[in-house]
């Protein structure tokens, strides 16, 4: 336990290292966008990031900001005043804007389809606002109706029809002319997105040599706007999913292969779905040493609360956060500095954040409502179901970002906004616990219980983390019937009183080791196969995942007849039972694929089917008699070539 005057003497010394780093730091505080060039109190702890430029990209996605306004959103300075959002965001070291475009976001009545309803009337807004503020601004290009993402990318009204070359030409117009607009307005467009998360085609293209050309149409456009207005564009592409490093690397592959015209490499990166730190470094760096691009992060985001401010519920709640980080200011802020060092560390020209004043416009459903289908200030109108009815169709609402905005539910900026401008000096803080680790222990049916005697405290300042001694509730555990399954809270307390909290899980217990493969160790599975090729892996990809980043995933151009196993020892003898979760498509019914488990020498199976993506099937094979504690259980597939599927979360239990 850190003793108080130890406490004292760390913050003491991180004042003084701060303050010695500074004296190298250099720059200038000529415009407010430039990143201080001195260390400050604050009551968030940033610490330095040395080297950092102040030409580093420290953007903000500002897309939803005019209909925030038009649905009643007021935004505050530092000084709890009335202020221009755009002033409060360069205040706080913000210099370059990211602007969504959609090429007509309105049904044939004129209504929006929400989600800021960016037509190019809209950027232009926008963007004099952010230029008026001393902001670069960049033109994030949908080339769709409405949103565009891996999971879509639809093709424009006035482009539905049409093939790919005619396509192309009014890409090349409607580009051309937006840009324009957009210059003639007095914005200063200084960088173009040609396409959004563009993983798996561009508006309604999925074959790479039509999606390529499309968005060569884009760059011709963009260059020619540059050559005309002698002034530097820079021209992006823009991809997500960069955990599946491999899938990336062949992206850029088929972009050099059909010499795809572009300068930057952006990637979306949200730490809480797209892997670590390292692998983005590698990414990025990659990307400049192999193709000679340079890179950027497009978006990425974190929480700074728990809690939904419009019920509309919110996209990421703080289970899902990566560890060491929670849903606090300060750790919203550390997030955003780490995110930072990495691009920087990794050569990259900067970061956008997504979003950062996406709040609620109320906090009463009905009327938020009725504010959403007017202005277009939820995520999607009800408008929108004509054109995408799978998906906003059925689920268009409010805002599930606000919990990731950097300014409060009422329009106050919060601490963490000013992370921008702190990057090149950091800030010196009082240290304090920023949140305690709450841990989650699991309790076979029938045990007895064993809670933690230490948890992790995280502080502001991470370098003084540690573990604490822990005092648990002794009347809440002996009230805990550990006969049935169940869920509990148990409250507890540090020995300087501070309240902390553990989640007991009574269940039944998983004796498959590294079931769901997070583990980087696989030792403890056999994969066995027949072919010249293991048509297997496995693959780190959240979404093909059931739970975790992890997968045991196929494919392969050829028949594929392949099997995985794992032998358990020093099992309690008794009855038990096993289950897998699968997904998968593009398998023929004459495929066979089962489960299996053996003990004592006997084989049980059950059988299972492909149902599609993300349509998870669960064989089981239940009251399975183990008597020597052994057992081996595993999965068999023989299908088509280029079947595919992943599978995950193997369990098994004693069930009695």
């Avoid at 990211?98 to 389809?113: A, L, M, Q, S």
């Avoid at 902001?135 to 993402?149: R, T």
């Avoid at 403890?524 to 496995?538: E, H, I, L």
């Amino acid at each position: 336990m850190i003793k108080k005057n130890f406490k004292k003497l760390v913050a003491i010394s991180t004042v003084a290292v701060l303050a010695l780093s500074c004296t190298a730091c250099g720059g200038s505080s000529s415009t407010r966008t430039q990143m201080l060039d001195k260390t400050v109190k604050s009551s968030i702890y940033v610490e330095p990031i040395e080297g950092i430029s102040d030409d580093f990209i420290r953007g903000m996605d500002v897309s939803s900001i005019l209909v925030e306004e038009k649905s009643g959103v007021k935004y505050y300075d530092e000084n709890g005043k009335e202020a221009d959002v755009f002033t409060v965001m360069a205040d706080a070291g913000v210099n370059y804007a990211r602007i969504r475009v959609w090429n007509d976001p309105y049904d044939e009545n004129g209504n929006g389809y929400g989600g800021g309803n960016n037509d190019v009337a809209t950027a232009i807004e926008l963007g004099k606002r952010a230029t008026d503020n001393g902001m670069k601004v960049c033109i994030d290009f949908h080339y769709s109706d409405f949103w565009a993402d891996p999971a879509k990318q639809m093709v424009p009204k006035a482009w539905e029809g049409m093939g790919v070359s005619e396509k192309s030409d009014a890409l090349y117009k409607f580009t051309k002319d937006s840009l324009n607009q957009l210059l003639d307005a007095g914005v200063d467009v200084s960088m173009v997105q040609i396409g959004n998360e563009t993983n798996n085609g561009m508006s309604g293209e999925k074959i790479i040599a039509n999606v390529t050309q499309l968005m060569n149409a884009g760059s011709k456009a963009v260059r020619e706007i540059s050559t005309e207005r002698e002034k530097d564009i820079q021209i992006a592409v823009h991809y997500t999913n960069i955990s599946d490093a491999d899938n990336i690397s062949k992206l850029l592959y088929k972009l050099a292969s059909f010499q795809v015209d572009y300068d930057i490499f952006a990637v979306s990166y949200y730490p809480y779905w797209h892997g670590s730190f390292e692998n983005l470094k590698s990414v990025l760096t990659m990307v400049q040493e192999k193709y000679g691009k340079k890179t950027m992060i497009a978006e990425t985001a974190s929480l700074y609360t728990p809690e939904d401010g419009d019920c509309n519920g919110n996209s990421v709640d703080v289970t899902q956060l990566t560890d060491g980080y929670s849903a606090t200011i300060q750790s919203q802020a550390t997030t955003v500095r780490d995110v930072c060092a990495a691009a920087h560390e990794a050569g990259a020209l900067g970061v956008f954040y997504w979003e950062g004043a996406w709040i609620p416009v109320g906090n009463e459903w009905e009327s938020n409502s009725k504010l959403w289908e007017t202005y277009g200030s939820g995520w999607a109108s009800s408008y929108a179901a004509g054109y995408d009815p799978d998906d906003a169709g059925q689920y268009y609402g409010g805002c599930s970002w606000d919990n990731q905005a950097m300014f409060d539910f009422s329009g106050h900026p919060l601490e963490s906004l000013n992370v921008f401008k702190y990057l090149k000096c950091g800030t010196t803080a009082d240290l304090a616990v920023d949140f305690t680790v709450q841990p989650t222990v699991t309790c076979n049916v029938g045990a007895d219980i064993t809670l933690p005697e230490k948890i992790e405290v995280v502080y502001n300042d991470r370098k003084a983390n540690t573990e604490e001694s822990v005092t648990w509730n002794a009347d809440e555990i002996a009230a805990i019937d550990t006969s049935i399954e169940g869920k509990y809270e148990i409250n507890g307390s540090l020995a300087d009183g501070t309240a902390v909290k553990c989640t007991l899980k009574v269940e039944l217990l998983n004796y498959v080791l590294n079931p769901s493969f997070e583990e980087a160790d696989t030792s403890m599975w056999n994969v066995t196969y027949n072919g010249a090729k293991n048509p297997t892996d496995f693959q780190e990809k959240g979404p093909d995942a059931l739970t975790g980043n992890v997968s045991f995933h196929f494919w392969d151009e050829s028949n594929m007849d392949f099997a995985i196993e794992q032998t358990i020892t020093g099992l309690e003898s008794g009855t038990y039972k096993y289950t897998a979760y699968f997904q998968g498509g593009d398998i023929n019914e004459s495929a066979e694929m089962e489960i299996y488990i053996i003990s004592n020498g006997t084989e049980y199976t059950a059988p299972f089917t492909a149902q599609g993506y993300a349509n998870w099937q669960d064989p089981t094979i239940s009251d399975v008699e183990v008597t020597d504690g052994t057992v081996t259980i595993g999965a068999r597939i023989k299908c088509n070539a280029k079947g595919w599927g992943t599978m995950d979360d193997f369990t098994l239990n004693l069930i009695k």
